[in-house]
T-cell receptor
Framework: QQPVQSPQAVILREGEDAVINCSSSKALYSVHWYRQKHGEAPVFLMILLKGGEQKGHEKISASFNEKKQQSSLYLTASQLSYSGTYFCGTDRETTDSWGKFQFGAGTQVVVTP | DAGVIQSPRHEVTEMGQEVTLRCKPISGHDYLFWYRQTMMRGLELLIYFNNNVPIDDSGMPEDRFSAKMPNASFSTLKIQPSEPRDSAVYFC??????????????????FGPGTRLTVL
């Protein structure tokens, strides 16, 4: 099943904060975050691994709650450059070397001056 | 470094025609992925290759879709015959590794610019 992202869209002013969530009904091994600007390709932001390890972006932070199987991406003191659609990708915890990788539907973020 | 290269960037065709999308992965990347993006379904993984061999094609929607990777530097996604519901942006991505061994190193997928396909 595809991970569920919320909210679908958020509009915020420059300098404001926002939180984007990504949830799964299945146990996850990892959550990947990407950002896609209009008309461009998705660009990798970070990976969160089961066990709490986090790798990626310096200015954007995220968390992974293993009990809830939910990841949250925190856009703090947002900048105009943060505008875009944010996708989470998830890898389910299975007995295989890795589970099926799927992207959520995306959260559109618009940062206004 | 050149990133993932896709061609054409835009394709407009009529229903029933054959469409071929092309991708050149980043040199040295052993994994290649084809994705389809629509408003309704978001980003869907269609198929991926490892060392030119198709590993998982469970995302390919129908027999009308086929993908090949004849060598490490070239892959094609073909739709024959095309239908209006195939209209979407098709992305190719590549990565040096995939799976958990990659993710603990933060190796990830690098996406190409996409091909916007419109089937009339």
């Amino acid at each position: 099943q595809q991970p569920v992202q919320s909210p679908q869209a958020v509009i915020l002013r420059e300098g404001e904060d926002a939180v984007i969530n990504c949830s799964s009904s299945k146990a996850l091994y990892s959550v990947h975050w990407y950002r896609q600007k209009h008309g461009e390709a998705p660009v990798f932001l970070m990976i969160l691994l089961k066990g709490g390890e986090q790798k990626g972006h310096e200015k954007i932070s995220a968390s992974f709650n293993e009990k809830k199987q939910q990841s949250s991406l925190y856009l703090t003191a947002s900048q105009l450059s943060y505008s875009g659609t944010y996708f989470c990708g998830t890898d389910r915890e299975t007995t295989d070397s890795w589970g099926k990788f799927q992207f959520g539907a995306g959260t559109q973020v618009v940062v206004t001056p | 470094d050149a990133g993932v290269i896709q061609s054409p960037r835009h394709e407009v065709t009529e229903m029933g025609q054959e469409v071929t999308l092309r991708c050149k992965p980043i040199s040295g990347h052993d994994y290649l992925f084809w994705y389809r993006q629509t408003m309704m379904r978001g980003l869907e993984l269609l198929i991926y290759f490892n060392n030119n061999v198709p590993i998982d094609d469970s995302g390919m929607p129908e027999d009308r879709f086929s993908a090949k990777m004849p060598n490490a530097s070239f892959s094609t996604l073909k739709i024959q015959p095309s239908e209006p519901r195939d209209s979407a942006v098709y992305f190719c991505a590549s990565s040096p590794l995939f799976g958990r061994e990659a993710w603990v190193r933060a190796d990830t997928q690098y996406f190409g610019p996409g091909t916007r396909l419109t089937v009339l």
